[in-house]
T-cell receptor, first 115, second 111 residues
Framework: SQKIEQNSEALNIQEGKTATLTCNYTNYSPAYLQWYRQDPGRGPVFLLLIRENEKEKRKERLKVTFDTTLKQSLFHITASQPADSATYLC??????????????FGRGTQLTVWP | EADIYQTPRYLVIGTGKKITLECSQTMGHDKMYWYQQDPGMELHLIHYSYGVNSTEKGDLSSESTVSRIRTEHFPLTLESARPSHTSQYLCATAGFGSPLHFGNGTRLTVT
């Protein structure tokens, strides 16, 4: 069956450290992988997109890697701040034919950054 | 500023009532989506539209229906609400080759 698994437990780290979140998937062949941030009571907000032929993507303090052999993406937040505390969602975009633009989401990892 | 709006933000309603959740956007996007999310769980796609007069069911079976008469609006209707419909409903849009833009959702409670 198809699965998307993110860190099984919440992640708690100290301010200034690097947070690393994982996203593993089985029985999917995504053309794109996206990461979103979701705050309580709000809709998800897009952060980064990485294509299947890209190994790494960066945006300010964020870095995403994508390994299609391992079927895994890692999401890093460097120099983390309490304001980074949120739930982070991994989403797969199969990007082909009629499924273009439809995303399949993981359950998310709740990150807490403490001062 | 271009945005996506969902109303109401919260709705508590009794079993058997008909409800319509509104979603409107000023982004000019053709693609619109409805996702359902329970606490701590994945978002599941229940409906999507690639343009006016185009609607499709998503991956999660839902008793709701949608319409797309205008590009800007994508309302979701439940003819007879049940407690099993209690959930958060998120509307999203996407332009060509762009990621999803979400509204802040409607949290529905059916008593």
């Amino acid at each position: 069956s198809q699965k998307i698994e993110q860190n099984s437990e919440a992640l708690n780290i100290q301010e200034g450290k690097t947070a690393t979140l994982t996203c593993n998937y089985t029985n999917y062949s995504p053309a794109y992988l996206q990461w979103y941030r979701q705050d309580p009571g709000r809709g998800p907000v897009f952060l980064l997109l990485i294509r299947e032929n890209e190994k790494e993507k960066r945006k300010e303090r964020l870095k995403v890697t994508f390994d299609t052999t391992l079927k895994q993406s890692l999401f890093h937040i460097t120099a983390s701040q309490p304001a980074d505390s949120a739930t982070y969602l991994c989403a797969l975009d199969l990007g082909r034919g009629s499924t273009l633009g439809r995303l399949y989401f993981g359950r998310g990892t709740q990150l807490t950054v403490w001062p | 500023e271009a945005d996506i709006y969902q109303t109401p933000r919260y709705l508590v309603i009794g079993t058997g009532k008909k409800i319509t959740l509104e979603c409107s956007q000023t982004m000019g996007h053709d693609k619109m989506y409805w996702y359902q999310q329970d606490p701590g769980m994945e978002l599941h796609l229940i409906h999507y539209s690639y343009g006016v007069n185009s609607t499709e069911k998503g991956d999660l079976s839902s008793e709701s229906t949608v319409s797309r008469i205008r590009t800007e609006h994508f309302p979701l209707t439940l003819e007879s609400a049940r407690p099993s419909h209690t959930s958060q409903y998120l509307c999203a849009t996407a332009g060509f080759g762009s990621p999803l833009h979400f509204g802040n959702g409607t949290r529905l409670t059916v008593t």
